[in-house]
């Protein structure tokens, strides 16, 4: 296997089934890409990442470049031998996390000038920098450097901010260069402004990358605002190219969004639930915390067959999260992440069969009946 390559193998509706080619190996599409943000899925060794269904993972351009710096990294074999990840890794160019730094940053024509939350040192993150920094890393999909403003924001602020994500985006493909078998991601800009998504998504085509995100969504727009965006802006952008919705989300969001067109997600959600002692479930969210659970002897969920739910009880999660052990935020982020790739390969087979308008509905009915008490 050579080279980067998308293919799709199945439509239903606006949805697509297909696969990504990297020579690292194959993405499944639609894809979720658990976040390695410090180069490591935290309290996941890689390899039960990997046991869990995941193709891909995604590092934090931000916080690596700030410890251990993207410098040692290359020095020290690139991010794949750093963090014993042997398969496809893309990395976010870094913006989002500068942007929500708000008062430690200065905002220019040539990038953003910040201070780090570990040390106060200061530094300067430009679509020029932000290429280098991943291409140190040796990331396999790489994202252009954008701003992301959070929402709400007046439409003079979102039009001006992706103008400049769209002249940023042109640096970040001048930079990026030639680099066969490594891919380049556009960010689409404008809010929930329809026509403005347009123009972003216009600018982008004209520029040519590999494929495109979703981006400025998930910033406290809600559920509603995000999928009445997401009914346009997907097929605003190429349809033979990827489609990645950044930073989402619940499984809910995740569903809404392959059908409407989205192939690829990540979020934190599954791993930072687990260590707060919260189950994504099949019956909903589960909140291991509460007493109910003290004497329950039963699964998490019968039906999972990860190994927090075929070895360990309820009771004994309460337990060890309520005595704050290591293992509760194991075992449980462990669930969450297997759940989101059954979700995933659920989607993809339904889509092939032309069954998603009923995988959807029973997906909506199981988790309206909740986590009943039967014991």
């Known amino acids: 296997m050579s080279g980067f390559g998308f293919s799709i193998s199945g439509r239903d509706g606006r949805a697509r089934t297909g696969a990504i080619t990297t020579p690292r190996g194959e993405i499944r599409t639609p894809a979720f890409m658990p976040v390695g943000t410090a180069a490591t899925v935290k309290a996941m060794m890689p390899e039960s990442v990997r046991a869990t269904g995941a193709d891909i993972l995604l590092g934090n351009t931000y916080h690596l470049m700030l410890r251990p710096t993207a410098e040692r990294i290359d020095r020290l074999g690139g991010l794949h031998r750093f963090m014993n990840w042997d398969r496809p890794i ?14 430690l940053r200065k905002l220019t024509e040539d990038g953003v000038r910040f201070k780090s939350h570990i040390d106060g040192s200061e530094h300067v993150l430009s679509p020029e920098r932000s290429m280098e920094i991943q291409k140190l890393l040796g990331s396999d999909i790489v994202m252009c450097f954008d701003e992301c403003p959070a929402l709400p924001a007046d439409r003079v ?26 891919a380049l991601f556009g960010i689409q800009q404008g809010g929930l402004e329809e026509d403005l998504r347009a123009r972003s998504a216009e600018a982008l ?25 997401l009914d346009y802006a997907p097929e605003q952008l190429p349809d033979d190219k990827p489609r990645y919705l950044m930073g989402v989300g619940k499984p809910d969001d995740i569903v809404g969004a392959v059908e409407r067109g989205i192939d690829m997600f990540d979020c934190v959600l599954p791993s930072r639930s687990g260590r707060t002692g919260q189950a994504q479930t099949r019956m909903g969210q589960v909140n291991l915390r509460n007493a109910r659970h003290a004497d329950d002897p039963r699964p998490l969920d019968p039906e999972c067959t990860c190994p927090c739910c075929t070895n360990y009880s309820r009771a004994y999660l309460h337990h060890v999260h309520r005595a704050q052990e290591m293992i509760a935020g194991m075992l449980l982020t462990w669930h969450n992440l297997h759940y989101y790739q059954e979700l995933m390969q659920g989607l993809r087979d339904a889509i092939a069969a032309g069954e998603l308008a009923g995988f959807v509905a029973a997906f909506h009915a199981r988790r309206a009946e909740g986590d009943l008490e039967r014991v």
């Open 205 to 229: 085509r004209s520029i040519g990358f590999d494929g495109y995100a979703v981006g400025g969504l998930a910033v406290g727009e809600g559920q509603e605002a995000m999928f009445g965006c």
């Open 157 to 182: 602020r979102i039009e001006e901010s992706m103008e400049m994500s769209m002249r940023w985006a042109a640096r970040s493909r001048d930079a990026f260069g030639d680099r066969p078998g490594h």
């Open 90 to 103: 893309l990395t976010d160019s870094g913006g989002f996390q500068v942007m929500s730094l708000a008062g």
